[in-house]
Antibody, heavy 117, light 109 residues
Framework: QVQLQESGPGPVKPSETLSLTCSVS?????????WGWIRQSPGKGLEWIAS???????HYNPSLKSRVTISVDTSKNQFSLRLTSMTAADTAVYYC??????????WGQGTLVTVSS | EIVLTQSPGTLSLSPGERATLSCRAS???????LAWYQQKPGQAPRLLIY???NRATGIPDRFSGSGSGTDFTLTISRLEPEDFAVYYC??????????FGQGTKVEIK
C-alpha cells in the first residue's frame, strides 16, 4: 500500500522560507511516476504547486515558479518543497501526492502551514 | 490558465437518487486529461476518475465520467450515504498550470 506523509515546521513567519518533505512508503520513487505538491486554502481552493519525475523532470505553477523549488531524494525515498518569501496568502493545508501524469492517485494526509508573525 | 467552472455549487439529493455534476473549461483540455476527486471533511481528496472517463483503482462502478473538449460530467448513478461530499474536477493537460474547479457539494436533502 502506497503511503505518503508530509513533515514540516508548523508556523512560519512572514518572509521566511517554507521547507516541506514528503516521505513515501510502499513504493519506490525511483520506479517512476510524478510526485507533486498541492495546497488548499479557504480562499483559493485547491492549487497545484509543482511536480517532479524521478528522472528529475519538473513542472511548476507559473504563478509560484519564482519562489518554488521541488526536489527528489531517491536514496531516502522522499521528495521536498521549498517556498520562499512566505506571506499570509500562503497559509494553507499542503498535500504531497503521486501522479501518473497530473492525476493524483495517492495523497498524504496534509499538513497545515500557518504564516504569522 | 484554464479556468474550470463547476455547477451546481450545491446539489441536494436523497440516497438512491442520481447525481449529475458538471465541469466546464474555459478552453479545450488537451488529451481530455480531466480528473474528478471526492473530498470529505478533514481528509485529502480521493481520485475517482482520470482521463475524463476512466475509473481509478477501487472506485465503485456507480461513479462514471464523460465528456471531452470543454464539457465534462461526473455521474453517480445511485447515491450511497458515503457519497455525500465535495467533488472537484481538475485538468492536467499540456497547458500549465494544472487547475482545479471550485467544487460541487453533494448534500443530503
Amino acid at each position: 500500500q502506497v503511503q505518503l506523509q508530509e513533515s514540516g515546521p508548523g508556523p512560519v513567519k512572514p518572509s521566511e522560507t517554507l521547507s516541506l518533505t514528503c516521505s513515501v512508503s510502499g513504493y519506490s520513487i525511483s520506479r517512476g511516476y510524478y510526485w507533486g505538491w498541492i495546497r488548499q486554502s479557504p480562499g483559493k481552493g485547491l492549487e497545484w504547486i509543482a511536480s517532479i519525475h524521478e528522472s528529475g523532470s519538473t513542472h511548476y505553477n507559473p504563478s509560484l515558479k519564482s519562489r518554488v523549488t521541488i526536489s527528489v531524494d531517491t536514496s531516502k525515498n522522499q521528495f521536498s518543497l521549498r517556498l520562499t518569501s512566505m506571506t499570509a496568502a500562503d497559509t494553507a493545508v499542503y498535500y504531497c501526492a503521486r501522479a501518473e501524469v497530473g492525476d493524483f492517485d495517492y495523497w498524504g494526509q496534509g499538513t497545515l502551514v500557518t504564516v504569522s508573525s | 490558465e484554464i479556468v474550470l467552472t463547476q455547477s451546481p455549487g450545491t446539489l441536494s439529493l436523497s440516497p438512491g437518487e442520481r447525481a449529475t455534476l458538471s465541469c466546464r473549461a474555459s478552453q479545450s483540455v488537451s488529451g481530455n486529461y480531466l480528473a474528478w476527486y471526492q473530498q470529505k471533511p478533514g481528509q485529502a481528496p480521493r481520485l475517482l476518475i482520470y482521463a475524463a472517463s476512466n475509473r481509478a483503482t477501487g472506485i465503485p462502478d456507480r461513479f462514471s465520467g464523460s465528456g471531452s473538449g470543454t464539457d465534462f460530467t461526473l455521474t453517480i448513478s445511485r447515491l450511497e450515504p458515503e457519497d455525500f461530499a465535495v467533488y472537484y474536477c481538475q485538468q492536467y493537460g499540456s497547458l500549465l498550470p494544472w487547475t482545479f474547479g471550485q467544487g460541487t457539494k453533494v448534500e443530503i436533502k
